[in-house]
């Protein structure tokens, strides 16, 4: 079943064109990568595909369900009810965390299931201390994310996006604001989440990482999908020029 597909979707912010007629369909089940150079619109892509952004022309679908329509005049948007519901699918990681600074990390993580979900508070608990346990933090419920590092707040905000039982996680470029050994430790996790079969679609510069764990990576550059296909064929045998020029950069 596709858990997400985006048709035909174009978006300005103001004369600049950040995206243009890009289609992009996930399957349950499977790892996308997409990698590009700063300013290629992958990003972008995530914040349209999770309603932060409003796209100017082109349809959302999540579980085969349509929620933006791809109207004459451009996309139609659905009651904020509606948007809410499809926003149920999904779990974002960012790069700069999002934290609340003064919830524990306990409440970060709890708060959404137990507010937004209705679940019973107790059950939600026990859950976040396995999820704790789960990105090795199963001792820091209590602390306050001015107390953790870097790595840590990643970890919670990983836990958090779990804790919502979505069908697809989002992650744009979860590692950029974290140095190396930090950075190993949240791919390990993203690792076993893929090894699990989470559907995930992951904006990033860690072509290594994208390699190892992706069944399908896109290369976007100029607000366009310039390649498509398995690790195999866009990092190691890239056909497109664009693609060829920026991993020979990354020295890959």
Same mark, same amino acid.
């Given at each position: 079943?596709?858990?997400?597909?985006? @048709?035909h979707?174009? %978006?300005s912010?103001?004369?600049?064109?950040?995206?243009q007629?890009?289609?992009?369909?996930?399957?349950?089940?499977?790892?996308v990568?997409?990698?590009?150079?700063?300013?290629?619109?992958?990003?972008?892509?995530?914040?349209?595909a999770?309603?932060?952004?409003?796209?100017?022309?082109?349809?959302?679908?999540?579980?085969?369900?349509?929620?933006?329509?791809?109207?004459?005049?451009?996309?139609? =948007?659905?009651?904020?009810k509606?948007?809410?519901?499809?926003?149920?699918?999904?779990g974002?990681?960012?790069?700069?965390?999002?934290?609340?600074?003064?919830?524990?990390v306990?409440k970060?993580?709890?708060?959404?299931?137990?507010?937004?979900?209705?679940r019973?508070?107790?059950?939600?608990?026990?859950?976040?201390r396995?999820?704790? *346990?789960?990105?090795?933090l199963?001792? %820091?419920?209590?602390?306050?994310?001015?107390?953790?590092?870097?790595?840590?707040?990643? #970890?919670?905000?990983?836990?958090?996006?779990?804790a919502?039982?979505?069908q697809?996680? =989002?992650?744009?470029?979860?590692?950029? *604001?974290l140095?190396?050994e +930090?950075?190993?430790?949240?791919? #390990?996790?993203?690792?076993?989440?893929?090894?699990?079969?989470? @559907?995930?679609?992951?904006?990033?510069?860690?072509?290594d990482?994208?390699?190892?764990?992706?069944? #399908?990576?896109?290369?976007?550059?100029?607000?366009?999908?310039?390649?498509e296909?398995?690790?195999?064929?866009? +990092?190691?045998?890239?056909?497109?020029? #664009?693609?060829?020029?920026?991993? %020979?950069?990354?020295?890959?």
């Amino acid at each position: 079943m596709k858990v997400l597909e985006m @048709t035909h979707v174009g %978006k300005s912010f103001g004369d600049k064109m950040v995206l243009q007629d890009i289609s992009l369909a996930v399957e349950t089940g499977e790892v996308v990568s997409i990698l590009g150079p700063s300013g290629s619109g992958k990003s972008t892509l995530l914040r349209c595909a999770t309603f932060l952004e409003q796209m100017d022309q082109g349809a959302v679908s999540y579980l085969e369900q349509e929620v933006v329509k791809n109207g004459a005049g451009g996309s139609v =948007y659905p009651s904020h009810k509606e948007i809410q519901q499809a926003q149920s699918v999904f779990g974002l990681v960012f790069q700069d965390f999002n934290l609340f600074p003064h919830f524990s990390v306990m409440k970060n993580i709890a708060d959404a299931p137990i507010k937004i979900q209705k679940r019973d508070r107790e059950e939600v608990y026990q859950e976040v201390r396995e999820l704790l *346990a789960k990105v090795g933090l199963e001792e %820091k419920e209590n602390a306050y994310p001015c107390e953790l590092s870097g790595g840590q707040q990643q #970890r919670v905000a990983i836990a958090r996006a779990l804790a919502l039982h979505p069908q697809i996680l =989002y992650f744009d470029e979860p590692t950029s *604001a974290l140095d190396p050994e +930090i950075t190993a430790e949240i791919l #390990r996790i993203m690792k076993k989440l893929a090894a699990e079969k989470m @559907t995930m679609v992951i904006v990033t510069h860690e072509i290594d990482f994208a390699r190892q764990v992706s069944d #399908r990576v896109i290369f976007m550059d100029q607000g366009m999908v310039m390649e498509e296909g398995s690790p195999e064929d866009v +990092i190691d045998h890239p056909k497109n020029t #664009r693609t060829q020029e920026f991993l %020979k950069k990354l020295h890959v």
